[in-house]
């Protein structure tokens, strides 16, 4: 099954005005993100117990699918990296989402990162919640080729829920595949889970996360429908992250009844 929603934003008044936005216009997925700069935004310490059981029950009676993006900055190659990554996956089981979705940080290489994020995937798969790793502009698909071959190998990772994010705006900025997100896709092996995805638009010159058919889609769409088409040939089940906060937000509307009609979902 196919899920739309959109994520919580830096730029928000607060924390939970984009979830109640997609609560308000019946989206059936959502994404916390903790992102905290200079005292502006949130993290995990600013959405307590009690608010957090409040959200759960709420997307729950809501049928939301809810997923949690770590903090970008947390690296499981550093001594604090791991801790931030255990503390976002309690965020995640506090708020009952099956989905926590991280960063590749490969500085070390994709052994040492797999070794360092052993524990949070062990973490992960008792709690019941599945792990993505999000490609960056900086990460090519012949990467993540090596990642998940890596992942595949190593006995003990092998039955964990793990998988990737595909981010079409990161795909796009990629100096492999620059304004060719499509050839970014074809790159992946074909037997590479992607299981959660993130959409946004550039114009191959800055991660400006466009809201979907403002950017390069919007005088053309066929790349969009391409994208579709060779995400269901992949048999893609998942949700599908609208990673911006605009103005109007009913640009998250149009983008997301858009979407459903490309899929066949029809309108609501």
């Not at 062990?122 to 698909?141: C, K, L």
Request: with cysteine.
């Amino acid at each position: 099954m196919i899920y739309i929603g959109n994520q919580t934003a830096f730029a928000a008044a607060t924390i939970t005005e984009p979830f109640d936005y997609a609560l308000a216009h019946g989206f059936d997925a959502f994404e916390w993100f903790p992102d905290k700069r200079d005292g502006v935004g949130w993290d995990t310490a600013d959405l307590e117990g009690p608010v957090r059981a409040q959200v759960r029950e709420t997307a729950r009676a809501a049928g939301m699918r809810v997923s949690v993006h770590a903090r970008g900055h947390a690296n499981p190659l550093l001594p604090e990296g791991l801790g931030w990554l255990l503390e976002d996956l309690e965020l995640a089981r506090d708020l009952g989402a099956v989905l926590l979705n991280i960063h590749l940080y490969e500085d070390a290489g994709v052994p040492a990162f797999v070794e360092a994020i052993a524990p949070l995937l062990g973490q992960a798969s008792e709690a019941g919640v599945t792990v993505t790793i999000e490609n960056t502009p900086a990460h090519t698909p012949e990467l993540f080729n090596a990642l998940f071959e890596r992942l595949r190998g190593v006995g003990s990772l092998a039955a964990s829920r793990v998988g990737m994010c595909l981010d079409v705006g990161h795909a796009n900025l990629c100096p492999a595949t620059q304004n060719h997100y499509l050839g970014f896709v074809d790159r992946l092996a074909p037997a590479l889970p992607i299981l959660h995805l993130h959409l946004h638009e550039n114009w191959g010159d800055a991660d400006s996360h466009l809201p979907l058919f403002t950017g390069p889609s919007a005088t053309d769409d066929s790349g969009i429908r391409a994208l579709l088409r060779r995400l269901r040939a992949r048999s893609f089940s998942g949700s599908m992250i609208l990673e911006q906060w605009p103005q109007p937000p009913s640009l998250l509307d149009a983008a997301r009844r858009r979407l459903r009609q490309m899929l066949g979902l029809g309108d609501e």
